[in-house]
């Protein structure tokens, strides 16, 4: 899985985000001890069944603005707007449901609801094990995907 895993998450995220108008790209994917990340703001989004893991989304404040004025339509988004953080915690989630939906037809992936991890002083470590992080960018401005998938 761990090879195509990167090619099938860069597809999906192609799919998803054609629908909005932003110019994105991949970047690179780096592979890491931990499953974690240091960016402002994350989405976490766990997966059981016939696979087993977390996907976490991690991005910059100018980067949720962006997303959330996307996924709502307004253009002048508050940081603490509970319903932007919504949208885009639901962004993600649909992100899992395509890109999981490439490893099991029989639908047996459960996705947990998005835990949304805030703060500007912030490093997040999820657990102690091998995952990858994908770097993608969103209008100029990073956007991480960490992942462990077993």
Same mark, same amino acid.
């Given at each position: 899985m761990a090879?195509?895993?990167k090619?099938?998450?860069v597809?999906?995220?192609d799919?998803?985000f054609? #629908? ?10 780096v592979?890491?001890? *931990? ?5 402002? #703001?994350?989405i ?7 696979l087993?893991g977390?996907i976490m989304?991690?991005y910059n404040?100018?980067?949720?603005? *962006? ?6 339509g307004?253009? %002048? ?5 509970i319903?932007?953080?919504?949208a885009v915690? %639901?962004?993600?989630?649909e992100f ?5 939906? #490439? ?16 703060? %500007?002083?912030?490093?997040?470590m999820?657990s102690?094990?091998p ?8 209008n100029?401005?990073r956007?991480?995907?960490? #992942?462990?998938?077993?």
């Amino acid at each position: 899985m761990a090879s195509d895993a990167k090619n099938i998450f860069v597809t999906t995220f192609d799919e998803v985000f054609s #629908y909005l108008d932003f110019d994105f790209s991949f970047i690179n994917e780096v592979a890491l001890s *931990t499953l974690s990340n240091a960016l402002q #703001y994350n989405i976490l989004v766990g997966v059981s069944g016939t696979l087993n893991g977390n996907i976490m989304f991690s991005y910059n404040a100018k980067t949720f603005r *962006t997303l959330a004025a996307g996924m709502t339509g307004l253009k %002048d988004i508050n940081e603490n707007d509970i319903f932007a953080t919504s949208a885009v915690a %639901d962004l993600f989630t649909e992100f899992c449901r395509r890109f999981l939906k #490439y490893f099991s037809k029989n639908d047996n992936i459960f996705l947990t609801n998005p835990i949304s991890i805030v703060g %500007d002083a912030m490093k997040v470590m999820i657990s102690r094990v091998p995952s990858k992080n994908l770097f993608f960018k969103i209008n100029n401005e990073r956007l991480a995907i960490a #992942y462990f998938l077993e």
